[in-house]
Each structure stands twice: as structure tokens, then as C-alpha cells.
């Protein structure tokens, strides 16, 4: 077979993300836990019962691609609209054409794209469209749809989350554009699996990004008559920043976050923001730091400070609105703060206590006199008998017990020295003075 250049491919005109594009399900990768076998919407596209449906996901997970295939799967007219350039006029042209298709026969399925950027009046001129089966709506999204979608357009769909693909997916995907003749099969490419690995973690689990990095790596290597040659400094230039790779088994990941948390746990700052920075630089997705960070608020800091937590879900939605690099430092805010609060770990041990009594006592009964009594016969049966509504006594206190019989002297919060969690200790005291007055 004759071999052509990079220059002589003929799709070459198209990004390598778009000429790559999966076109059935056995070529897709990712996102199992919703287009694997047996998974439900895998179902409805295999029985050819679609719905309208909305792809909640960051971007480059596949929600565009994952609507062509449904629509190859299915047979159906597919129109690919963009919530950024269209407005109403070019929306009641999708709806009259796919109102013709419906009369002879098609379905007719629309895909928006940032569907969330329509406004409320943009996104209810879908909506006797989708209840009458003119259409049937696709919908992506990067933002939650409980808060961007209208009530009513999101009660007709179902909405499907679809999550970051792994380091391992994203490094299939960048050999398969290696090898395909679709991407550089022809071109023989020389590249090592540490530089696909460190392509992929720079991607954060987007395909689109990892591909047009793969493709600018290739186009700024160098060439001779054996193919082309990738090098290490390439792909550094490429992805802004050293090579600096967590191991294949993921041990170093782990160990990372390890001493991250444990050197906040130490109040050791600069220890703190040295282990953010390493996982940082080596290419870590800053929302899962920012997820382990809001963990750690509770656990470490708890109500010694409960700014903590307040700060740290803060942290992680900026990482989320404004993502690497810039969130850097909003990282860095967040990991100091922790670092310097006062700590506790109160909250974590009252809950394992808790959680330990509630495996053996998984058949206590509730205490009658806290149990809701909404009909005759449960008033009868005295639920909510002797039960006393806390604001109607001094101080809104009384000395009824809330837990079962068998744990009623169980206590399992005991407040540290630590911060805010010495007067939160001191109302505990008051309190136990209120429900207790004999004892004091």
C-alpha cells in the first residue's frame, strides 16, 4: 500500500479530534456506566425507544459524539444546534422541518449543545415540541441542569451524568489515533508510552484536549524517511510543563494525597501548599485535590472551625468555574487555610461510633413520643405521645430522650479543645445542665 505524508492525507484539513470521532458504541470509550451492556440507556437505544435526554458532564467526555451514535443507531434525522449562535427564529425553523419529518415518518432528533446558555423563553419554545414527539431533544450540558434547565423541559427528559474519562480510556484513545488510519496510521509515529501517559494526564480526562495536544506534539516533531519522531521536549513545550508522571500503578497518586492531608493534619503550611504544587505540576486534576480538601474540612478541622467547610466547597467550585491553571491559587488559598485552622477530628469519630451502634441496632424501634403521627390510628397507637416541642420551653430545651432505650446514655460527639469547639463544649455542658437539672 502506498504510505502518505502528514501533508497528503486527505481529512487532514479536519482537527484530528473530529476525524476521530467514535461512530459506534464498541469504538466509544468511556462512560460504562451508562452505554455499557445491560446499562439503561443502552436499553432504550438498542429497543429504539428513545427519550428526551440531557448529558451532564465536563467537556470532552463525549456527550456530542454519544448523540451522533444514537442517532446512527436509530435512524433518525440528526440536527446539531448550538445554544451559543441560534435564538428563537432559527429554533422555529428546526420545529417546522422536524414537524414535516414527523409526517412522513422520521424522527427527528435536535442535539443542543450548551444547552444551558438558552435563556427561559429559548428553552420553552422546545417544549411542546419534545411532549408532542416532534422531536426528540438531546440536550448537553457542563453546568447542573437542575439549575440551568427550565422545570418543566427537564421533567421530560432524562438526565445522564457522564463523568471524566480515566487516564487508562484517554491513553486508548491517543493509541487508536496513533494507529488509525483516520489519524496518523500512515505516518508512522514514533512515541513512547510515558509521552501518551503524559498526554493523557494533561488532559484531565478530556478526549478533544488530549487529541489536539497528540496532534500539535505530531505536527512539531521532527521528520526524516523513517516517520516521525516524537520528543520529550516536544511534549513538554506542548502541555506548558515537565514531564513529571505519576507511576503507572498509581501508588505515587495516593501516596500525594497522602502527604498532602497529612501535612495539613500537621499544620505544616509550606509542607502543605509543596505537596499541592507536586500534584499540581505533575498533571492531577484539581477538582479531585478540591474534593479531598472539602472531605478533609470535616474530618480534620470540623467544628473547630466550621468556616472550613464553607471555604473549601468555595475552593472547589472556582476550581470548577475557572480549572487550570489560574485555580492554582485558589488551591493554594484553601490548603493554607486548612492548614492553619484550629483541628478536630470530633466529627469523624462521633460518626464512626454512631455508624458502629446503627449496624447492631438496625431493628431498634423508634421512640414513640419522636415518631410522626399523621392519621387517627397512629395517634391511637400513641406515636407522638409525650412528645414536647422544644420551642414552647425556656431556653427551647427539654429533658426528653431522642435516642432508642438501649443506647440512651450513648454519647458520641465529644467536642475537642481546639478553636470554636471549646464553646461549642461549653454548650454542650449548658444544654446537658437543661435536660438533666437533678444531676447538676
Known sequence: MQQHSLFENPNFNLPLAVRMRPETFEDFVGQEQVIGEGKPLRKLIEADIIPSIIFWGPPGVGKTTLARIIANTTKSEFVNFSAVTSGIKEIKQVMTDAEQNRLFGRRTILFVDEIHRFNRAQQDAFLPHVEKGSIILIGATTENPSFEINSALLSRCKVFVLKPLSTDGVVRILKNAISDIRGFGDDNVAISESQIEAIAIFSNGDARVALNTLEMTVLNSSTDAGGIKVSDEVVEQVTMGKMLLYDKNREEHYNLI??????????????????????????????????????????????????????????????????????????????????????????????????????????????????NAPTKLMKELDYGKDYKYAHDYEDSVTDMSCLPESLADRRYYIPGRQGAEIKVGERIKFLESKRKPDDI
Open 258 to 371: 497522602s502527604a498532602l492531608h497529612k501535612s495539613m493534619r500537621n499544620s505544616d503550611v509550606d509542607a502543605a501548599i509543596y505537596w499541592l504544587a507536586r500534584m499540581l505540576e505533575a498533571g492531577e486534576d484539581p477538582l479531585y485535590i478540591a474534593r479531598r480538601l472539602v472531605r478533609f474540612a470535616s474530618e480534620d478541622v470540623g467544628m473547630a472551625d466550621s468556616r472550613a467547610l464553607e471555604l473549601s466547597v468555595a475552593a472547589f467550585h472556582a476550581c470548577h468555574f475557572i480549572g487550570m491553571p489560574e485555580c492554582s491559587v485558589n488551591l493554594t488559598h484553601i490548603v493554607t487555610y486548612l492548614s492553619l485552622a484550629p483541628k478536630s477530628n470530633s466529627l469523624y469519630i462521633a460518626y464512626g461510633n454512631a455508624a458502629r451502634d446503627a449496624k447492631i441496632t438496625l431493628a431498634e424501634p423508634v421512640p414513640l413520643q419522636i415518631r
